[in-house]
């Protein structure tokens, strides 16, 4: 219980961080600017940018750590993860590596925030707020393949889950 309500704090805190961050910075202020040249570090940005946008901050560190766990036991680049598949139209791991629309983020506030939590969480400065999850999709959903695998947690409009 400790713990849990410790984890709830510290994105609390980081929230409210961020918030007043993207409040009082000037918009051409970059969050993440040294690290933004590393390709696993913008993939893994894209992952949450597009696939969580419109989350709570658990949300889209939650996401990222979906592709953070299947680097861990895949042993594959951050890039390889999130772009798998996506040479099959509407059939990838991301639904937004294969939906045939640009990839380029266009709202400057929400991928700052995409790449700092995508830093966080590729250099282990997170919780795991998915529950160890691997596997993730929208609410609005509901995919035969997650039948035989364990909920781990639902958080804004995603249920995770791992094998069992």
Known sequence: MYLKTLSVLTVTFLSLLFLIMATFMPAST???ASK???????????A????????????????????????????????AIVFEGSSRRNACQFSFACDGKSD??????????????AGLVKDGNLRDLSGDATFYHATYVSPGWSK???????I????FYRKM
């Open 30 to 32: 970059t969050i993440v």
């Open 36 to 46: 933004s040249d590393d390709p696993d570090l913008k993939c893994l940005a894209q």
């Open 48 to 79: 949450v940018y597009f696939e969580a946008r419109g989350e709570p901050f658990s949300g889209q560190i939650a996401v990222a750590q979906v592709v953070h766990n299947r680097v861990q036991l895949k042993r594959k680049s951050y890039c």
């Open 104 to 117: 380029t983020a266009m709202d400057k506030s929400s991928w700052q925030r995409a790449l700092m939590v």
């Open 148 to 154: 035989s695998l364990k909920q781990t947690t639902s």
């Open 156 to 159: 804004g409009n995603h249920i």
